[in-house]
């Protein structure tokens, strides 16, 4: 039966127990799996290859990314290195100019020394997309919104070009999530998710996702994934289905709070400017009422007049946000980029996509709005 989002959350790869009749899926804290001959096992020999809490975990993400295949991985960063082995030297990536400050890190500190060409343009123009591509070209990477500036792809343009040329096609959704977005069906080959965020939801777990509909593709993926070891314990597996059982709860009021705080702040006199897809003037807002559900909870703003001092002032004076890295828990969180989560990109370079010393990215979470705009008030008042 073709299940609602919500239902899918909090059943799809669960089954109770047939040991015991437990409802959750239990924690399989093993190693390793009796065997009646050599060869001869239910569908798990060592959990490095495959264990049944992990296995519950990916056959629940890839029905939520209405995909076929999912495979869980140690990190986001993990699973985005996955991803990259597929390319050999000489080979070229497209990609935003706008990105985590990880994936730049590993594009250019970890990959491009091996040989990867990456091309970083602005991906929210489909023809600097298209005029990026070469002969070369075997992969276009895409975030969006992108982290921390809120621009947005159209994937599903994207997806045709890729599609034409024949060229894989990768979508971070972490800021997205399931709930709101769904590349696979907007013509992605592959969904990345760093799981630590709205899919686990609790900022207790670090993880990372991949989703796909293409057998051959999950099957090169799960090669590189098992020989490489990049997976989790299965701790970790059963805290993010159980984090996954209140996502669509969760990113409901994770899109009201969003909006609340982004429209108290588009006309604060301390603020220069306001990045949050649901404004009728962003940039990609069309883009995103096409193939989001809402606009999400993450909302960037640049301090006016400003300087590094002055920010981090700010950034420090919060009593309910807290000011750390990561997104997407229920609890509001406040992040400074340039310093913290997109401190491995030049300073030059992250300034030009508006990366600059006085931006502060907002996760907001799910408590009280109105004490979320006291908080920000305060802060910004000080």
Known sequence: MNYKFATKAIHAGQ????????????????????????????????????????????????????????????SGMAATDCVLRLLKPGDEVVTGDDLYGGSYRIFTKVYEPLGIVFKFVNTSDVDAVTAAITGKTKLIWVETPTNPTLKLADIEAIGRIAKEKGILYAVDNTFASPYLQNPLDLGADIVMHSVTKYL??????????????????????????????????????????????TLHLRMKAHCENGRKVAEYLKNHPK????????????????????????????????????????TFRVASGFKVFTLAESLGGVESLINHPATMTHGSIPKETREKVGVVDNLLRLSVGIEDADDLIADLEQALSR
Not at 25 to 35: A, E, K, V
Request: net charge negative; charged share 25%.
């Open 200 to 245: 686990g939801g609790h900022s207790d777990v670090v993880m990372g996702a991949l989703i796909v509909n293409d057998e051959d593709l999950y099957k090169l993926l799960w090669f590189y994934y098992n020989a490489c070891g990049g997976t989790p314990g299965p701790q970790d597996s059963f805290l993010v289905l159980r984090g996954i059982k």
């Open 15 to 74: 089954e109770a127990d047939p040991t015991t009749g437990a409802v959750m899926t239990p924690i399989y804290q093993t190693s390793t799996y009796q065997q009646k001959a050599p060869g001869d096992h239910k569908g798990y020999e060592y959990s490095r290859g495959t264990n049944p809490t992990r296995k519950a975990l990916e056959d629940c993400l890839a029905a939520l990314e209405k995909g076929k295949f999912g495979l869980a991985f140690s």
């Open 271 to 310: 603020i220069e400017k306001i990045y949050w897809p649901g404004f009728e003037d962003h940039p990609g807002h069309e883009v995103a009422k096409k193939q989001m559900k809402d606009f999400g909870g993450m909302v960037s703003i640049v301090i006016k007049g400003a300087d590094l001092a002055e």
